[in-house]
Structures are given as structure tokens and as C-alpha cells.
């Protein structure tokens, strides 16, 4: 049986809830600079992983939105693609590593990776909006991560101006460690679950159940 989880997700809406306030004060710091609107859907077709938190919240979040049903269906068909797609770009990109490209280019070629997020419906607004991950809620402000600075092509920040930033690792660290507590409080039995990264499409798929999770002795199949 799976603990209650619901006190770590609550703590993860803390830091949503954060990341919101973080982009409001953008917004109206800088209102010329945040272009961010109704229908632009940039941020739906960026290339980034989920921590296990935040899969899991998305899952359950998900699950309460949409019953079974054609609408689900669908979206779980346009996830289904997405991974396949995304599998054999992560595959490129591991081969560039190999080889040894140095981070900065395989962040480049990652970067340039558009594929459309399964939760997009045909008027490019999104599905789920309300449980969307933290990386999509800070899409349209300046944010660096690993050292490399990014902020979105549609929005008017200048470069050489300097602008109030967000540190993404600090986020991913505490996102880490909600990680880790889901792994410690189900007593999971895979020492790296909390390590585990995967696309928006793949926590869709996913069933965070007994047997993902590592709760209980290993099935002998």
C-alpha cells in the first residue's frame, strides 16, 4: 500500500506557488519585457524532464481531470508518440556525449528540440494548465541553470541589460529533496527512484504504483 504522500505534495504547491509570485513580480517589473499570453505555446514544445515529484503530482493531477473517455484517450495516444520521439532524441543527444561534445553544445542541441507537449489541445492552450510543471510556469522570465542562461526568443528582454534572474538549480535542488522524501517515506527498496527523470509524456503513461515505486519485496517475475 502506498503511504500518504499528500503532506510532500502539498510542499511541492509551496514552491509552485513560489514560482508563481516569482513571475508576477516579473511581469510587473518588467510588463514590456514578459510577453507571455493566451495561445503562445513556445513554452509546450521545450525539451525538459520531470523530477518524481513533480511526475507523480502530474499523474495524479491527471488522473482527476480526465476520466476515461475519448479526451483521455487521445491524450495519452499524443503522449505515446511524443515518447517515441523523444526516446530517439535522447538518444542523439547521449551520442554526442559519448563522442565528447562538451555540455554547453549537447544544452544547444537540446534547446533546438520542438516537439509539441501531449497536453496541448488544437487552439495551442494547455489541458492540465492549472498543474503545469515549474519549468513551464517560469518559461517567460530570465533563468539560468548549469551556469547557461536562457530566457524565451519571444520576449523582449535586451540583451546586455541586466534583469533579476531565477537560479533553476536551487529549484531542482528542493525538488530533489521532495524527491528523495517520497522515496524515504514509501520505503522504496530502489536506492536511486528519487534519481529518476522523465518527459511530461512518460508521466502520463507511468503508474506510480507498489511495483514502480519499489514498496515490498521484489515479484519473483
Known amino acids: 500500500m502506498i503511504p500518504d504522500l499528500s503532506p510532500i505534495f502539498s510542499r511541492y504547491e509551496q514552491l509552485r506557488a513560489?514560482?508563481?509570485?516569482?513571475?508576477?513580480?516579473?511581469?510587473?517589473?518588467f510588463p514590456q519585457c514578459v510577453t507571455c499570453s493566451k495561445g503562445c505555446s513556445d513554452c509546450c514544445h521545450a525539451l525538459f524532464d520531470l523530477s518524481l515529484v513533480e511526475a507523480m503530482y502530474i499523474n495524479q493531477a491527471f488522473k482527476a481531470a480526465f476520466d476515461y473517455g475519448a479526451q483521455r484517450s487521445e491524450i495519452l495516444t499524443r503522449a505515446a508518440t511524443t515518447d517515441r520521439k523523444l526516446t530517439k532524441y535522447k538518444r542523439e543527444l547521449f551520442h554526442m556525449e559519448k563522442n565528447g561534445e562538451s555540455e554547453a553544445a549537447i544544452m544547444a542541441k537540446a534547446a533546438q528540440i520542438r516537439i509539441p507537449c501531449p497536453l496541448l489541445d488544437d487552439n495551442s492552450c494547455c489541458l492540465l494548465y492549472e498543474a503545469r510543471p515549474i519549468t513551464c510556469r517560469l518559461y517567460g522570465v530570465p533563468t539560468v541553470i548549469k551556469n547557461q542562461g536562457h530566457v524565451c526568443g519571444f520576449s523582449n528582454f535586451s540583451l546586455g541589460n541586466?534583469?533579476?534572474?531565477?537560479?533553476?538549480?536551487?529549484?531542482?535542488?528542493?525538488?530533489?529533496?521532495?524527491?528523495?522524501?517520497?522515496a524515504t517515506t514509501v520505503h522504496s527498496r530502489f536506492t536511486e527512484l528519487d534519481q529518476v527523470?522523465?518527459?511530461?509524456?512518460?508521466?502520463?503513461?507511468?503508474?506510480?504504483?507498489?511495483?514502480?515505486l519499489g514498496i515490498g519485496p521484489a515479484r519473483e517475475d
Not at 541586466?162 to 517520497?182: C, F, G, N
Request: net charge negative.
Open 18 to 29: 513560489e514560482a508563481d509570485s516569482i513571475f508576477g513580480q516579473m511581469s510587473e517589473k
Open 162 to 182: 541586466k534583469y533579476p534572474t531565477v537560479h533553476l538549480d536551487k529549484i531542482q535542488a528542493r525538488l530533489e529533496a521532495l524527491s528523495a522524501e517520497i
Open 197 to 212: 527523470y522523465v518527459p511530461l509524456s512518460m508521466a502520463l503513461l507511468t503508474e506510480y504504483n507498489e511495483q514502480y
